[in-house]
Nanobody, 119 residues
Framework: VQLQASGGGLVQTGGFLKLSCAAS????????MEWHRQAPGKQRELVAS???????KVSESVKGRFIISRDNIKNTAYLQMNSLKPEDAAVYYC??????????????WGQGTLVTVSS
């Protein structure tokens, strides 16, 4: 089971980006999917999460600007990031609890995608 994050890039303050996190391999089902971020010199923080049923949570720092969603057919989670601020700049990681076809559980992490916000 692998997670592949993509969609990062350079954007101006006030701009938007949409990140994707696709699970591949022997995926049977995916529980919660999450987006975390880590800025230089800071601890990794949870930004948003979504359950299998579609219930979502976002951190206070991004509430009203970021939207998490998922496509259970494509085994993919998304993070729509609007009104980006310089403090949103970080490496964004996706995380998911994945059951493979053998019934084994994987706490999987993607490789990270870099978001840079210019002021």
């Amino acid at each position: 089971v692998q997670l592949q994050a993509s969609g990062g890039g350079l954007v101006q303050t006030g701009g938007f980006l949409k990140l994707s996190c696709a699970a591949s391999g022997s995926v049977f089902s995916i529980r919660d999917m999450e987006w975390h971020r880590q800025a230089p010199g800071k601890q990794r923080e949870l930004v948003a999460s979504i359950t299998l049923g579609g219930s979502t949570k976002v951190s206070e720092s991004v509430k009203g600007r970021f939207i998490i969603s998922r496509d259970n057919i494509k085994n993919t989670a998304y993070l729509q990031m609007n009104s980006l601020k310089p403090e949103d700049a970080a490496v964004y990681y996706c995380n998911a609890g994945v059951y493979d076809s053998g019934g084994y559980f994987h706490d999987s992490w993607g490789q990270g995608t870099l978001v840079t916000v210019s002021s």
